[in-house]
């Protein structure tokens, strides 16, 4: 019996530990619908079949859907936030709330079972909550089928008909989608105006459309000799059968769907070596195509550059589409606008295609962590236009951009949910600049080589796992030998501002002494460089004693000399130099300029011949 209850107990403890170890698990939902597009009154009726397992260890009762058309109503979430925030999106203003019934966009629940039997619900706005027939048992599945009828508004945010280049339909957030669960409980958020977060899940699509459009979309078209469509004769038009034609999508291990149609699509294909077939949608405009043809190989480069210094991506396929409001990501593919200059076109493609790595595979909750999203994307898109437009300081308007949000009085701290942000400033600049930013000082902190490589191990580890925020600084943490969550802190859930200066610097003998002084109240390490009248030149890295750790040293070329950790409580750091002043031509706090520090006026100061001591001004 002792041995009975000894080996009970231990699978017991065996078990929980399992469970512990295992609460970032996926719920996974798995879609099968058929659209009936009626391109004269742009609406659809469509049947939806998904599959939905539980991964949980929760029993679910009832389960959360997004309607996200709704938003396009006079009188929605979306449509009052617009209309009563300081700085609106020129895009949006008041154009919802002038919108006429034949304009909105709306999705219409027309009958919803749980495996066969009728179950109810109740929509609020852009969410659908439906109480079910019977509880999802962990590791329990059940299939819901709907009947659902929509109409797609005029092109206003992202989702659309008729955008400003003709483009007929921009069909994103367009169907029905079941709201992500995960150990924090459900994603249900009213669509207001900007990210979104999804279940894994494979999508098998139908979409029967009048016979003069070419869709583009998610996912890999399995029809498509039977529609008539010379998907294998690039560029070239085939003469198609009358009647409505059905296009056949599917798309495995993929949190969305996304499609866009037009009776102009010209359709273009190359392939990237060791990588995913490039597919692209545009309108043959004499003036633009020129441009699309160009972006092509660019887009190639792109690719190489992303899958060698962050991962490989790991679809076969991916379509860069005209269509939107301006670029976004879905999975598989990009909606961008397409009329602007060459250089814009780019710049668009290669951050929306970025997309495809943070937002498409990583799959961050980006309603929550946008940083992790648009900042990161940012910040690998800007070093491949670096080195496309031969930029040797890429993230310089990163830094320009949260500096100049600084002096407006309009920061707010990042970890807060996209949708409430002060300002629209405050969150665009805190979701890219920030993010980028928080990348480029990451590298000042850790040095390029564990950078670089944490990074790709970050990819390898979280895909497919909607990452959070101390998922990636862990990594980080184990790739450097360094203590870092103290930097995500102050960055993320902070407004706290780095500033460093040099305080004074004095002669005595054949030594000098320069005393540093942190002004701001966010601690960093400091690299201070001195340059000799010789032209010789020291590093001096003073590292902060949070990281518990140094950076390798970066430049091999430049003698390093490392300091004794600063605490971060201690306001002023002295450094002794063994030189005498007078060879002494300047002294620099942070020469490569990666620290977003606020005020570089006081980072450098050249010394003049005879000057024995210098002493701040201000102090």
């Not at 070419?214 to 998907?231: D, H």
Request: hydrophobic share 35%; net charge neutral.
């Amino acid at each position: 019996m002792r041995i009975f209850l000894t080996l009970f107990c231990c699978v017991a403890l065996g078990i929980q530990v399992l469970r512990a170890q295992d609460y970032r698990w996926q719920q996974r939902a798995d879609y099968t619908m058929n659209i009936d597009f009626d391109v004269n009154t742009h609406r659809f009726t469509g049947s939806q079949k998904l599959v939905y397992t539980n991964n949980s260890p929760d029993t679910l009762r009832k389960v959360y859907y997004h309607l996200y058309y709704n938003a396009f109503q006079p009188g929605s979430m979306m449509d009052v936030r617009s209309r009563t925030i300081a700085d609106p999106d020129a895009r949006v203003q008041d154009r919802i709330s002038k919108l006429k019934p034949d304009e909105i966009g709306y999705q219409h629940i027309q009958s919803l079972r749980q495996d066969g039997k009728d179950i109810s619900y109740l929509i609020n706005g852009t969410v659908l909550e439906v109480t079910l027939a019977k509880p999802i048992v962990p590791s329990g599945k059940t299939t819901f089928d709907m009947k659902f009828e929509a109409q797609v508004p005029q092109q206003i945010r992202r989702t659309g008909r008729n955008n400003r280049e003709g483009i007929v339909y921009s069909m994103t957030q367009w169907f029905p989608k079941m709201a992500e669960y995960d150990y924090r409980g459900w994603h249900a958020y009213q669509y207001v105006a900007r990210e979104f977060h999804g279940v894994w899940g494979d999508y098998d699509v139908k979409i029967t459309i009048d016979p003069k459009f070419v869709l583009a979309g998610t996912g890999k078209l399995q029809n498509p000799e039977s529609i008539g469509y010379g998907y294998e004769n690039t560029g070239s038009t085939v003469k198609r059968p009358d009647g409505n034609l059905t296009w056949h999508f599917i798309a495995k291990r993929v949190h969305d769907f996304a499609w866009a149609a037009d009776p102009d699509y010209v359709h273009d294909k190359v392939q990237v070596p060791g990588g995913p077939e490039l597919h692209f949608f545009y309108q043959p405009k004499e003036k633009f195509a020129e441009n699309w043809k160009n972006l092509q190989p660019v887009a190639v480069e792109h690719f190489k550059f992303m899958n060698k210094r962050f991962g490989k991506y790991p679809y076969d396929t991916y379509s860069i589409i005209q269509g939107g409001d301006g670029g976004m990501e879905y999975a598989m593919c990009t909606l961008i606008l397409g009329e602007g200059k060459f250089n814009g076109l780019v710049e668009v493609m290669a951050h929306e295609v970025t997309h495809a790595w943070y937002q498409g595979v990583l799959a961050s909750n980006e309603s929550l962590y946008a940083w992790m999203d648009e900042g990161f994307t940012d910040f690998a898109s800007n070093e491949f236009l670096g080195i496309a437009f031969e930029d040797p300081a890429p993230q310089a308007s990163s830094y320009a951009g949260y500096f100049t949000l600084i002096k407006s009085g309009l920061q707010e701290p990042p970890n807060q949910h996209s949708d409430h942000f002060n300002t629209n400033r405050a969150y665009g600049t805190t979701a890219y600049n920030v993010g980028a930013i928080f990348c480029e000082q990451l590298k000042y902190i850790i040095g390029d080589e564990a950078f670089y490589k944490g990074m790709r191990s970050y990819f390898a580890k979280w895909q497919f796992r909607h990452p959070e925020p101390n998922d990636f600084i862990r990594v980080m943490e184990k790739t450097s030998g360094m203590q870092l969550t103290w930097y995500m802190n102050y960055l993320i859930n902070t407004t706290k501002r780095i500033n460093y200066s040099i305080r004074s610097v004095v002669s005595e003998g054949n030594d000098t002494y320069i005393t540093l002084e942190r002004l701001g109240e966010f601690p960093m390490p400091v690299d201070l460089m001195i340059t000799g009248k010789d032209g010789s030149k020291v590093m001096f890295y003073i590292p902060t004693n949070e990281t518990l750790g140094n950076k390798p040293v970066e430049d091999k070329s430049i003698d390093r000399m490392d300091q004794v950790a600063w605490p971060w409580v201690n306001p002023t750091y002295t450094v002794k130099v063994s030189k005498p002043m007078s060879q002494i031509a300047s002294v620099e706090i942070d020469p490569s300029q990666r620290m977003a520090d606020i005020d570089r006026k006081n980072n450098k100061l050249e010394i003049a011949d005879g000057i024995k001591a210098y002493q701040d001004p201000t102090k």
